[in-house]
T-cell receptor, first 115, second 113 residues
Framework: DAGVIQSPRHEVTEMGQEVTLRCKPI?????LFWYRQTMMRGLELLIY????????DSGMPEDRFSAKMPNASFSTLKIQPSEPRDSAVYFC?????????????FGEGSRLTVL | QQQVKQSPQSLIVQKGGISIINCAYE??????FPWYQQFPGKGPALLIA?????SEKKEGRFTISFNKSAKQFSLHIMDSQPGDSATYFC????????????FGKGTHLIIQP
């Protein structure tokens, strides 16, 4: 079975450009999470959705960041305009809310470099 | 998000030795404590998890010890192998993890052959 699929795997862009990261969760999962990983701050939860509805976006750094989940099989994280401090690895994870384990299944991440 | 403090930041262990990583939390509402393992270029993957109704959970060479009164939990890797070299994250959550996890900052573990 396919796991969580993220694209692109690597993105290099210049400051001020728009960046869109994409995620396809595991089929049947009803919760989706976006995390950001940096050396300094570790793994930070940015936003999560349950049944395609944003539940908590308190981790989104600022208005330059936005996330959508138009359907159960697709989500995007957009940064506009991008800044060098946004350079990080962005992970998408999905889970089946209601299961006892609470296990998150992570994608392989999108490494973003903003010059 | 409530903080989860993890130590050490890095750890070097000889093959066959015991690797120990510690975490402490503050939020008494946390009721789910997983450990995730991450290899370079990959996303984190669940290794083992515990709930506060037990003080220890063992799966193969991996053991979680949990001290509810001290609000601490630890991961022990017995007979550590070079293949265990990875970054390990502790995490915690209320509600069984349904609303996402708060992660520690990670421990970079190197097992020397």
């Amino acid at each position: 079975d396919a796991g969580v699929i993220q694209s692109p795997r690597h993105e290099v862009t210049e400051m001020g450009q728009e960046v869109t990261l994409r995620c396809k969760p595991i089929s049947g999962h009803n919760s989706l999470f976006w995390y950001r990983q940096t050396m300094m701050r570790g793994l930070e939860l940015l936003i999560y959705f349950n049944n395609n509805v944003p539940i908590d976006d308190s981790g989104m750094p600022e208005d330059r960041f936005s996330a959508k989940m138009p359907n159960a099989s697709f989500s995007t994280l957009k940064i506009q305009p991008s800044e060098p401090r946004d350079s990080a690895v962005y992970f998408c994870a999905s889970s089946h809310r209601g299961f006892d384990t609470g296990e998150l299944f992570f994608g392989e991440g999108s490494r973003l470099t903003v010059l | 998000q409530q903080q989860v403090k993890q130590s050490p930041q890095s750890l070097i262990v000889q093959k066959g030795g015991i690797s120990i990583i510690n975490c402490a939390y503050e939020n008494t509402a946390f009721d789910y404590f997983p450990w995730y393992q991450q290899f370079p270029g990959k996303g984190p993957a669940l290794l083992i998890a515990i709930r506060p109704d037990v003080s220890e959970k063992k799966e193969g060479r991996f053991t979680i010890s949990f001290n509810k009164s001290a609000k601490q939990f630890s991961l022990h890797i017995m007979d550590s192998q070079p293949g265990d070299s990875a970054t390990y994250f502790c995490a915690a959550s209320p509600g069984g993890g349904a609303d996402g996890l708060t992660f520690g900052k990670g421990t970079h573990l190197i097992i020397q052959p």
